[in-house]
């Protein structure tokens, strides 16, 4: 079964930093990109970064140079280092993971306060 697990999440005050994790199980972590999404309330869902199966990544714009994904295959796990965070970065991050299906993890809350 597979299964994604984010944590790490919680309330920072702006300029903060948090770091999350997507712990995966039941794939081959080590040939698949994962995800990173986020979910403000009344907002679509929309991509944060991604990194491809032999470590190559990409940030969108809004948070490039704050964020950084990386991924630790021998752990099976996906991390996303959040510096200098905003409020407008208050969301529930999400991990992914796409075998012709969508497989995602249940979320953690990111509160950042001003």
């Known amino acids: 079964e597979v299964q994604l697990v984010e944590s790490g999440g919680g309330l920072v005050q702006a300029g903060g930093s948090l770091r999350l994790s997507c712990a995966a199980s039941?794939?081959?972590?080590?040939?698949?990109?994962i995800g990173w999404f986020r979910q403000a309330p009344g907002n679509q869902r929309d991509l944060v970064a991604f990194?491809?199966?032999?470590?190559?990544?990409n940030h969108v714009d809004s948070v490039k140079g704050r964020f950084t994904i990386s991924r630790d295959n021998a752990k099976n796990t996906v991390y996303l280092e959040m510096n200098s965070l905003k409020p407008e970065d208050t969301a529930v991050y999400y991990c992914?993971?796409?075998?012709?299906?969508?497989?995602w993890g249940q979320g953690t809350q990111v509160t950042v306060s001003s």
């Open positions: 992914r993971y796409n075998d012709n299906k969508l497989y």
């Open positions: 039941g794939f081959t972590f080590d040939d698949y990109a």
């Open positions: 990194i491809t199966a032999d470590g190559r990544t």
